[in-house]
C-alpha cells in the first residue's frame, strides 16, 4: 500500500512568510516598509477623514480575501493605507477628544513589537522564562504605589471590564465559601447566590452590571447608590442601600468604588468606603480602570488614600499610561484568592509540578493564551519613567480645568461638574430655548456634524435623560488655544442649527 504522504509543492507555495532565521532580511524589509506607511499615516491632518459609512462601504471588493490571487507586501501596504490608515480614527490627533484612548508613548511601541515578535504567550513559565518575571515585577510596582500589604499580587488582563468580571467573580466565590461553606468552583449554582448583592454608584461603568449577568447573578445583583453634586457616591445613601437590601433578605457582598468615572472623572471617597465594607464584612473592589493610574501625581494621589483597604483593584494602562491596547492589571490584597479562577490542566501546569521558582501565570488568570502585555509598561516605564508620566497626567487635568474655567460663565454652555480628572461634560444651550428635547437634538447634531466632517470628535452621555457633550482629554500635547478652537465650532454648529430650525 501507498503511503500518501506526498505534498503538492506548487510555484507559488513559498516559505519565505515565515519568520524565521532564513528570513531575517525579509523581515527587516518588511518592517521598514510598514513604518514608512504609519510614518505617513501620522501625517493625516484631521482626525478622520471625514468619509461616510457609504463611502468606506466601497471598499468591499478591496477588503475581500475571496480571490485566490496574492498580493506582494507593498500591493498590501498601498491598499490598507487606501482602506484604513487614510481613514482610521487618529488618538494622537489633538482634535481627537472623545473616548479614553490615549497617544502611545514611543517605547511602548518598541516593547509591543518585541512582544509581538517573540510572540511570547505567559501563561506557563516553560512559555515565558523571564517575561514571567516582568510581569510579577510590572505588578509588584503597582501593588506597592497602591500601598498594598506584602501578600498582595495581580495579573495583566484585557482589560478594566475582564478585571472588574474577575472581582466579582472572586467576591461572590468568597463569601459564598466563607459564609456558607460552598465552593461554586467545582459545584456550581448554590440558591443563597441569587440573593447575593453588589453596590456600585450610579455613575459606575457599565461592567459591573454586564459581569453580574454574565457570572448568571443578573443585573438585578447590582444596585446603584445615589451620587451627590460631584458626582461621587453618596456613604450615606450607600449604608441605606445595603441595610435596605438586607431588610428584603438580599445577603450584600461586594462594594465597587469607582477612582475615576468615566464620565466625570469623579473619585468615591474609598476611605469611607472601605470602613463601610468592613463593618458588613463585605468585599471591597476599587474601578480604578481611568483614575488609577492618578497614583502617579502629586495632585491626584490623596483621592487614592483608603485604596491600601482594596481586596481588589483595576487598572487600565491603555486608558491613562499611554499604552497599546490591551495593557490592564488586576490586584488582588490576598494573593491566595487566585484560588477561585486557578486551574490545573496536565498538559500545562499540573499540580503535582507545581514550583514557586517557576511560577506559572495562567493559575491567575481567566485567559490560557496571553500576550506580554507587561513589556510595553516596562519599556515605558525604563525610558520615559513615571515622573513624565505623572506629568503627562497633571498636563491633561489642568487642560480640563482651563476649558472648564473659560466655558463656565458663557452663556452658551452649561458644565455638569467641575473636571476631577481629565473629562469635561457639559451642554450647548442658547438663552432662547428651554425644552431638553430641542437642546438634545441639537447636541447630538453637533456631535454628528463635527465628526461627519472630520474636524473634531467629541463624545455624548446622558446625564438625567438629556444628552450632554463630552471632552476626554489624555494628549498631553494638546493645547487650551486648540480646545478652544473645539468649543468655537461647537458653539457656532448650534448656533447654525438653531437659526435654521427656528
Ligand atoms: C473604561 C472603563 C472600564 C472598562 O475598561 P476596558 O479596558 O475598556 O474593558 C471599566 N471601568 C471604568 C471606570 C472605565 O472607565
Redesign the pocket.
Known amino acids: 500500500m501507498l503511503l500518501e504522504t506526498q505534498i503538492s509543492l506548487k510555484p507559488n507555495h513559498t516559505l519565505d512568510h515565515l519568520f524565521d532565521a532564513n528570513t531575517k532580511e525579509e523581515y527587516a524589509e518588511y518592517i521598514e516598509k510598514t513604518v514608512q506607511y504609519l510614518k505617513s499615516f501620522l501625517e493625516n491632518d484631521q482626525f478622520y477623514s471625514g468619509a461616510s459609512p457609504e463611502e468606506l462601504r466601497m471598499f468591499k471588493n478591496d477588503i475581500s480575501v475571496e480571490s485566490g490571487d496574492t498580493l506582494t507586501i507593498d500591493e498590501t501596504l498601498q491598499k490598507i493605507k487606501t482602506v484604513f490608515l487614510d481613514h482610521a480614527i487618529s488618538f494622537h490627533h489633538s482634535n481627537y477628544v472623545a473616548h ?1 484612548n490615549c497617544p502611545l508613548a514611543l517605547p511602548a511601541l518598541v516593547g509591543d513589537l518585541i512582544a509581538s515578535t517573540v510572540n511570547t504567550a505567559v501563561e506557563t513559565w516553560d512559555q515565558s522564562t523571564t517575561a514571567t518575571l516582568i510581569e510579577q515585577e510590572m505588578i509588584r510596582w503597582i501593588c506597592d504605589l497602591m500601598n498594598l500589604p506584602s501578600q498582595a499580587d495581580g495579573v495583566f488582563t ?7 468580571f474577575k472581582a466579582i467573580l472572586m467576591a461572590r466565590d468568597h463569601y459564598a465559601f466563607t459564609h456558607y461553606g460552598i465552593n461554586l468552583k467545582e459545584n456550581g449554582w448554590s440558591d443563597q447566590v441569587s440573593r447575593f448583592r453588589i453596590f456600585c454608584s450610579d455613575k ?2 457599565f ?1 459591573t452590571k454586564k459581569n453580574a449577568a454574565l457570572l448568571g447573578m443578573g443585573y438585578d445583583a447590582v444596585i446603584p447608590v445615589a451620587t451627590d453634586d460631584k458626582m461621587k457616591m453618596d456613604s450615606n445613601a450607600l449604608v441605606q442601600a445595603i441595610e435596605k437590601e438586607k431588610q428584603l433578605g438580599n445577603i450584600p457582598i461586594a462594594i465597587v468604588a ?1 477612582a ?3 464620565d466625570f472623572g469623579s473619585f468615591d471617597p474609598l476611605q469611607t468606603i472601605s470602613k463601610i465594607a468592613r463593618e458588613y464584612d463585605i468585599w471591597f473592589h476599587v ?5 488609577g493610574c492618578y497614583v502617579l501625581t502629586d495632585t491626584h494621589r490623596h483621592l487614592l488614600n483608603g485604596i491600601e483597604h482594596a481586596d481588589s483593584i ?1 487598572i ?1 494602562f ?2 491613562t499610561l499611554f499604552q497599546p ?2 495593557s ?1 492589571a488586576f490586584l488582588v490584597r490576598d494573593t491566595r484568592h487566585f484560588k477561585y479562577v486557578s486551574y490545573y490542566a496536565d498538559y500545562l501546569n499540573p499540580l503535582e509540578h507545581r514550583d514557586e521558582e517557576q511560577p506559572n501565570l495562567i493559575e491567575k488568570s481567566i485567559q490560557t493564551t496571553r500576550r506580554f502585555d507587561a513589556l510595553k509598561l516596562w519599556f515605558t516605564l525604563k525610558v520615559t519613567g513615571k515622573e513624565n508620566l505623572g506629568f503627562f497626567l497633571e498636563k491633561v487635568h489642568h487642560l480640563a480645568v482651563e476649558v472648564y474655567e473659560s466655558i463656565k460663565e458663557d452663556t452658551h454652555f452649561e458644565v455638569a461638574h467641575k473636571p476631577e480628572l481629565s473629562t469635561l461634560v457639559f451642554r450647548f444651550k442658547t438663552p432662547g430655548i428651554q425644552d431638553d428635547k430641542t437642546l438634545n437634538a441639537i447636541n447630538l447634531h453637533i456631535k454628528n456634524t463635527l465628526f461627519n466632517s472630520g474636524q473634531a470628535s467629541v463624545a455624548s452621555t446622558k446625564l438625567n435623560g438629556n444628552i450632554y457633550l463630552k471632552f476626554t482629554l489624555l494628549n498631553p500635547r494638546n493645547r487650551k488655544e486648540n480646545l478652544l478652537d473645539i468649543i468655537t465650532m461647537i458653539k457656532d454648529q448650534g448656533i447654525q442649527y438653531y437659526t435654521s430650525n427656528n
Open positions: 479614553l484585557s482589560g478594566g471590564t475582564q478585571s472588574n459606575a461603568h461592567s469607582t475615576g468615572t468615566t474601578d480604578g480602570a481611568y483614575g483595576t487600565d491603555h486608558k491596547v490591551c490592564s
